[in-house]
């Protein structure tokens, strides 16, 4: 997770701009959990794929999904990805 101490190293840069990304085209939600950001895995990579600025292919899109998740920038309910530090930035230390 962002922030935390341990023996992995830290995810690539391209991964973090992924993760800022996605974040900021998230959209806002609101549950009887709470509110927080969240975006359909599919739409996700469909939108990484399709950034001129990071110019992905899919299975990169992919790939980069993954290792956020491994690491706890998102968590999956059903097929959505929901972001798990919303308000922070936290990426750029990682």
């Not at 023996?7 to 840069?13: A, M």
């Not at 990169?60 to 922070?88: C, H, I, S, W």
């Amino acid at each position: 997770m962002p922030g935390l101490d341990g023996p992995r190293p830290p995810l690539p840069e391209w991964i973090l701009e992924c993760y800022e990304y996605l974040r900021s085209h998230a959209d806002e939600r609101a549950d009887e959990v709470g509110s927080g950001r969240s975006i359909e895995y599919e739409a996700a990579v469909d939108s990484l794929s399709a950034s001129r600025k990071l110019m992905l292919e899919r299975e990169d899109a992919k790939y980069a999904l993954a290792r956020l998740l491994e690491r706890g920038y998102f968590y999956e309910v059903d097929d959505e990805l929901r972001v798990t530090m919303p308000d922070q930035d936290c990426c750029r230390n990682n």
